[in-house]
């Protein structure tokens, strides 16, 4: 089973308010992906690192921010949320092969009013 | 591009009918297939990978074969069950460096008893 955990799981919160979404990971993975999941069920990335103090714009354009000032710790930032940022948020992580597996986290589900 | 492409859902099914989920991608290279299934809030778990043409992946009765000459990748089951309710995504890795998953757009599954 995989050691990737997302905090909060289910939030909701008011336009204009900043937000953090936590994702940690205790299996010493290099490389770790937020990916934002539509209603329609589609995902698609919106950042990605490849290790500590690197971050990626991903392939959907996104209003929010990463850091990765710790190996373990891959948090995602909306300055100032917006009701078209109510989505399903999920975190992943791998190890640095390209044919390992990618593991997600539970995910967080973000209602903005 | 690098794509994938699922067959629409929702698919629903009878306990103990065949299950197939037709999957094709478009890439460069070799890519590595998977299959992931996302239960009702969950986030994604792995259910069955290929990492070259020819290779079966299989996991919990579900199968899939990575044929390069048809560019596929179907998701197979003998016999659903109840529980086997969730939406499937088939997503592929290029063999580059980056690790990045590109996801079909999920099929919803359905068994009823």
């Known amino acids: 089973e995989a050691d990737i955990y997302q905090t909060p799981r289910y939030l909701v919160i008011g336009t204009g308010k900043k937000i953090t979404l936590e994702c940690s990971q205790t299996m010493g993975h290099d490389k770790m992906y937020w990916y934002q999941q539509d209603p329609g069920m589609e995902l698609h990335l919106i950042h990605y690192s490849y290790g500590v103090n690197s971050t990626e714009k991903g392939d959907l354009s996104s209003e929010s921010t990463v850091s990765r000032i710790r190996t373990e710790h891959f948090p995602l930032t909306l300055e100032s949320a917006r009701p078209s940022h109510t989505s399903q948020y999920l975190c992943?992580?791998?190890?640095?092969?390209?044919?390992?597996?990618?593991?997600f986290g539970p995910g967080t589900r973000l209602t903005v009013l | 591009g690098n794509s994938v492409t699922q067959m629409e859902g929702p698919v629903t099914l009878s306990e103990e009918a065949f299950l197939t989920i037709n999957c094709t991608y478009t890439?460069?290279?070799?890519?590595?297939l998977f299959w992931y299934v996302q239960y009702p809030g969950e986030g994604l778990q792995l259910l069955l990978k290929?990492?070259?043409?020819?290779d079966k992946g299989s996991n919990k009765g579900f199968e899939a074969t990575y044929r390069k000459e048809t560019t596929s990748f179907h998701l197979e089951k003998g016999s659903v069950q109840v529980s086997d309710s969730a939406v499937y995504f088939c997503a592929l890795k290029s063999s580059g460096n980056t690790g990045k998953l590109i996801f079909g757009q999920g099929t919803t599954l359905q068994v009823k008893p």
């Open positions: 290929a990492t070259k043409a020819d």
């Open positions: 890439a460069t290279g070799y890519p590595s």
């Open positions: 992943a992580s791998t190890l640095a092969a390209s044919t390992d597996t990618q593991y």
